[in-house]
């Protein structure tokens, strides 16, 4: 297989190299006076970004989608954060070994981070008002030492308590119920964190959506129908007023991948942020 992709856009269209392709964009300029808030999604041609594991009742990017070299670049993106912004679901799946993204870097991009002066792994920053979390001996310490929770005034004090006791920080923004962008990227702010990569799923995607705080989306289009039973699309809640705009930054086109269905990869910035982040 190739180890190049061919750039659709910007034109004029070109050979490039995949390994490397997201580290290029710099992301980290895009924070140094403001928060930058990114996101990435692998979505397969009929809309279908999750499917029901039968075995653990929870969902996940469908394996027939799911590919290496997505995933490569997914790890680039992750790479450039200082924070990677996720769920209590996604915590609880890390500790049933049913997920790796909060803890897996590969060696040569955390050496890539060093050599810029960051910690080897981004901080993991968790949004959640159940607190609904393992407990903190239960965490791998890679997440545990690394780990900040943000909830709201209805946070269980208990919960908070006992995380504070092994030394997790926990912001508490807001009356609740719920918490908006704005509050989460306060609280990010007061921890230095301004490069934020959110790997939440649909509803906190909505979240940022809905509160005009994020400023890059990243998706890999998969050549593969997938049918089924309901679906999980990129944003999850009531409707956008008014919908989120979107400029294409970025297009790729991975010939060969899934067994010659290929895929695209796209980045698009949000149209209110261009001016800013050019």
Same mark, same amino acid.
């Given at each position: 297989?190739?180890?190049?992709?061919?750039?659709?856009?910007?034109?004029?269209?070109?050979?490039?190299?995949?390994?490397?392709?997201?580290?290029?964009?710099?992301?980290?300029?895009?924070?140094?006076?403001?928060?930058?808030?990114?996101?990435?999604?692998?979505?397969?041609?009929?809309?279908?970004?999750?499917?029901?594991?039968?075995?653990?009742?929870?969902?996940?990017?469908?394996?027939?989608?799911?590919?290496?070299?997505?995933?490569?670049?997914?790890?680039?993106?992750?790479?450039?954060?200082?924070?990677?912004?996720?769920?209590?679901?996604?915590?609880?799946?890390?500790?049933?070994?049913?997920?790796?993204?909060?803890?897996?870097?590969?060696?040569?991009?955390?050496?890539?981070?060093?050599?810029?002066?960051?910690?080897?792994?981004?901080?993991?920053?968790?949004?959640?008002?159940?607190?609904? !979390?393992?407990?903190? =001996?239960? %965490?791998?310490?890679?997440?545990?030492?690394? +780990?900040? $929770? *943000?909830? /709201?005034?209805? &946070?269980?004090?208990?919960?908070?308590?006992?995380?504070?006791?092994?030394?997790?920080?926990?912001?508490?923004?807001?009356?609740?119920?719920? !918490?908006?962008?704005? =509050?989460? %990227?306060?609280?990010?702010?007061?921890?230095? +964190?301004? $490069? *934020?990569? /959110?790997?939440? &799923?649909?509803?906190?995607?909505?979240?940022?959506?809905?509160?005009?705080?994020?400023?890059?989306?990243?998706?890999?289009?998969?050549?593969?129908?997938?049918?089924? =039973?309901?679906?999980?699309?990129?944003?999850?809640?009531?409707?956008?007023?008014?919908? /989120?705009?979107?400029?294409?930054?970025?297009?790729?086109?991975?010939?060969?991948?899934?067994?010659?269905?290929?895929?695209?990869?796209?980045?698009?910035?949000?149209?209110?942020?261009? =001016?800013?982040?050019?």
């Amino acid at each position: 297989m190739s180890d190049s992709v061919l750039r659709l856009f910007p034109t004029p269209a070109a050979e490039e190299p995949l390994r490397g392709l997201y580290l290029a964009e710099d992301l980290r300029r895009f924070g140094a006076e403001r928060p930058f808030v990114y996101t990435n999604f692998i979505v397969s041609l009929d809309g279908r970004i999750a499917e029901l594991d039968p075995d653990t009742g929870r969902k996940g990017v469908p394996p027939a989608i799911a590919n290496r070299r997505d995933w490569g670049l997914f790890l680039e993106l992750a790479a450039q954060s200082d924070v990677l912004l996720t769920t209590a679901q996604n915590v609880r799946a890390v500790v049933k070994r049913r997920h790796t993204e909060l803890i897996t870097l590969t060696d040569d991009l955390m050496e890539w981070r060093q050599r810029r002066g960051l910690t080897a792994r981004p901080r993991v920053a968790v949004i959640s008002e159940s607190l609904r !979390l393992p407990p903190a =001996e239960a %965490l791998p310490p890679e997440l545990c030492e690394r +780990l900040l $929770v *943000i909830t /709201s005034a209805r &946070g269980d004090p208990g919960v908070v308590a006992q995380l504070e006791s092994v030394d997790v920080p926990v912001e508490r923004v807001g009356p609740g119920p719920g !918490l908006s962008g704005h =509050e989460v %990227l306060e609280a990010l702010q007061r921890h230095g +964190l301004q $490069v *934020i990569y /959110s790997i939440a &799923g649909a509803r906190v995607h909505h979240t940022l959506l809905g509160s005009g705080v994020l400023d890059r989306l990243y998706l890999t289009v998969a050549h593969r129908v997938l049918g089924g =039973e309901g679906v999980d699309t990129l944003v999850w809640g009531a409707p956008l007023q008014p919908p /989120s705009a979107f400029a294409l930054q970025s297009l790729y086109l991975d010939a060969e991948s899934l067994d010659g269905a290929g895929q695209l990869f796209a980045g698009y910035q949000r149209l209110e942020a261009v =001016e800013r982040t050019l």
